[in-house]
């Protein structure tokens, strides 16, 4: 029987994306299987997070494929991605800072009880539980803004994690993250690939990519690898 652990979960094939008379990526190929994590190193300006963005939706890309469980996708935005198992942490926070940690992570999808009333009581657990079995100590009422940057960076990871999607993309996720967090990310990086989730790493750090991927890519402007 085949090893389900090489299956390849995500397929980009020949992805090419420009700004104007900038080519950033020029057919770009890539394979990402389950419960493995994909590193992701490169030059300021090659083009990680373009090709991440246009995996996401953010970004609509020229031209390519993108096939995740051998079916072809193309997302319209975020929320289709999202909705599709496809979660991303971006390299630049972006949140309401006047919100606290509970609306932060369930903007966009606030569940809703039989009276179509917002269920602030389910978010309050799911939250609760989510962080609970991070092992992360968050007051979940406190506004995002009161929080300092790492903080914040581990709740936008924290979110990404509980769309419970099979692909999750972090770009340079610890930029702004204290030793003791690191530690914690490596560790629910490695939950994460046990459940068999594929997870994309972009750094420019070389002792992470060595330390959680079991495979890389480098790649420069021109040439990816
Ligand atoms: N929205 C945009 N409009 C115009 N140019 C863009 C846009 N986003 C990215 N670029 C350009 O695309 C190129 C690749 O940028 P990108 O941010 O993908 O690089 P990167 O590999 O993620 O770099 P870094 O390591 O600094 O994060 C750069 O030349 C950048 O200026
Ligand atoms: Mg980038």
């Known amino acids: ?26 057919h770009i190929n890539l394979d990402v299987k389950r419960g493995t994590v994909m590193g992701l190193m490169g030059e300021n300006g090659a083009g990680k997070s373009t090709m991440m963005k246009c995996l996401f939706g953010t970004y609509q890309k020229d031209e390519g494929n993108i096939f995740l ?8 935005g975020p929320k289709d991605a999202l909705e599709n198992g496809i979660a991303m942490v971006h390299q630049e926070l972006n949140q309401c800072l006047e919100r606290n940690v509970i ?8 569940p809703v009880n039989s009276m179509g009333v917002i269920d602030e009581g389910r978010m309050k657990k799911e939250a609760a539980e989510l962080f609970r079995k991070l092992g992360m100590t968050v007051n979940l009422d406190q506004p995002m803004g009161r929080m300092s940057v790492s903080q914040r960076q581990m709740c936008e990871i924290a979110k990404a ?18 030793v003791q967090e690191v530690d ?18 972009i750094s420019h750090k070389m002792d992470e990519i060595l330390r959680s991927a079991m495979r890389y890519r480098f790649f420069g402007t021109a040439i990816w690898l």
């Open 1 to 26: 029987m085949a090893d389900k652990k090489d299956d390849v979960v995500l397929s980009i094939r020949g992805m090419s994306k420009s700004f104007g008379r900038n080519r950033v990526l020029d």
């Open 69 to 76: 469980n051998g079916k072809e996708v193309s997302f319209s």
């Open 103 to 110: 609306d932060n992570l369930f903007l966009g999808r606030y």
């Open 161 to 178: 994690i509980s769309y419970n999607s099979k692909v999750i993309v972090l770009d340079e996720p610890t930029s702004s993250l204290t």
């Open 184 to 201: 914690k990310l490596f560790e629910m990086m490695r939950m994460l690939k046990e459940q068999g989730i594929a997870l994309i790493y």
